[in-house]
């Protein structure tokens, strides 16, 4: 069958490797994709908001199935535009995507269902959040309501730091409409855990457990970035609190959403936190996280192509999930400066060292070809994943490979992983 990708980052380079290992796949596309996944795809030059395009390439093309890695054209509704066209899509329609696009929707739907989350309110104007914050315990979360490319939330240590706030994302727009509303919730503290799940409208299946590291610098320093780097399985997620979140909150989700009108089809990304109180919803994403699809997604043993089909003809019940039973780290190396600013056009090297080494993935993120040359052109430019025994040995695995790649302004985290030692 032929297979088409959707997007240009790590997590996607992660999609289209399992794919590949699919023996029912001849052929992927990814769009627009890089210059990793170019190894295995066809990169076809369309962008991932060019929804009619996209459609347009998958009905000529014949394509089989097409694969939605990104937040954007999700929310804006892509699969809705490939079904109108009889084509098949994996990932959640424009009413069910909603869930990642609104975080007031989300966390009404929590309430309303009663799924365990920070207690929040939401405001539409800048005088109401700002009176309401006159006579709140500090600190505070404030959170755009729509995609902020996962900088919308500030947590505010006082009052004056909410106020501030309040004017960053209301009145200044620095994430744009994405702050017309925002939603003002209680602090939590605790681990955090990613767990990804298969849904097919009425059954939810998750995957094994990640943690992502979303702060710039060393001991969660500095700020907020799509994530540099990533464990798996957690071992804070005890069997204890796996079966917490499978009867308080994956089954009660997909069921929430399906009483909406609203059935979720694809991956929905749970983003937990783990409280003295008890397991918390901190957000809900549509997708697959990057980079936590690339230590999840090496470590599964079903094929993806069976998986996503069984979501999308209803049949996910029938389908079980295997994990192999050891552990992945991926550590991001990404453009010194990032998430602010950086240079790009760096020249790559070392990228062969991972050729034919079992265990060892080099997922690109920003990357392009230059010449014959491959060069730095993002934020995030690659990560380097590692399979071990544990993940101590994942870990090392990780860091040891991350030498093998040199560019100019190359700049990692070097505490990836570091809460293992604390399990
Ligand atoms: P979100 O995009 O909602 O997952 O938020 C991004 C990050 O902000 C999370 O991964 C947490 O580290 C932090 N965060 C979000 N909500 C809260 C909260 N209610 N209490 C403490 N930290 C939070
Ligand atoms: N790594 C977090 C995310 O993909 O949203």
């Given at each position: 069958m032929k297979v088409l990708i959707v997007g240009s980052g790590g997590r996607e380079h992660a999609i289209a490797q399992s794919v590949a290992?699919?023996?029912?796949?001849?052929k992927i596309y990814c769009a627009p994709g890089n210059a990793g996944i170019a190894s295995i795809a066809e990169c076809?030059?369309?962008?991932?908001?060019?929804l009619k395009k996209l459609a347009d390439f998958a009905d000529k093309e014949k394509i089989d199935l097409t694969i939605i890695g990104m937040d954007d054209p999700l929310v804006a509704g892509v699969v809705d535009v490939f079904e109108a066209k009889g084509l098949r899509v994996f990932g959640p329609a424009k009413n069910a995507a909603i869930i990642e696009g609104s975080k007031a929707f989300s966390k009404d739907l929590m309430k309303k269902y009663n799924i365990p989350t920070a207690a929040y309110e939401v405001f539409d104007s800048p005088e109401a959040a700002r009176e309401y914050l006159k006579d709140c315990n500090y600190p505070i979360v404030l959170k755009a309501d729509g995609l902020a490319?996962?900088?919308?939330v500030l947590i505010c240590e006082d009052k004056a730091a909410a106020m501030d706030g309040v004017k960053t994302l209301m009145e200044d727009k620095q994430f744009g409409d994405a702050g017309n509303t925002i939603v003002i919730e209680e602090f939590l503290t605790g681990r955090e855990v990613s767990v990804l799940c298969y849904c097919d409208g009425n059954t939810i299946k998750p995957m094994t457990s990640a943690q992502d590291?979303?702060?710039?610098?060393?001991?969660?320093?500095g700020l907020n970035t799509g994530g540099m780097g990533t464990f798996s399985p957690s071992p804070f997620y005890t069997k204890e609190v796996q079966e917490f979140c499978e009867t308080k909150v994956f089954q009660p989700t997909i069921d929430a959403m399906k009483n909406e009108g609203r059935p979720f089809k694809g991956i929905l990304f749970v983003g937990l936190i783990l409280t003295p109180a008890g397991p918390r919803v901190l957000e809900y994403n549509a997708r697959f996280g990057d980079p936590e699809a690339q230590v999840v997604l090496p470590r599964m043993k079903t094929d993806i192509i069976d998986v996503m089909e069984a979501c999308i003809d209803g049949k996910l019940d029938e389908t079980e999930l295997e994990f192999e039973d050891n552990a992945a780290v991926c550590v991001i190396l990404a453009s010194d400066g990032y998430p602010e600013s950086y240079e790009k056009g760096k020249v790559i090297t070392?990228?062969?060292?991972?050729?034919?080494?079992?265990?060892f993935y080099v997922y690109h993120s920003g990357t392009k070809f230059d010449g014959d040359n491959i060069v730095t052109n993002g934020g995030r430019v690659l990560g380097v994943t590692a399979k071990g025994a544990d993940l101590k040995e994942a870990r090392a695995n990780a860091y040891k490979a991350t030498e093998w790649i040199s560019f100019d302004n190359k700049y990692m985290r070097?505490?990836?992983?570091?809460a293992i030692d604390e399990a």
């Open positions: 290992k699919s023996p029912k796949v001849d076809v030059d369309i962008k991932a908001m060019e490319l996962g900088k919308g590291h979303k702060r710039a610098k060393d001991n969660d320093e070392g990228l062969d060292a991972f050729d034919g080494k079992e265990g070097h505490d990836i992983g570091k």
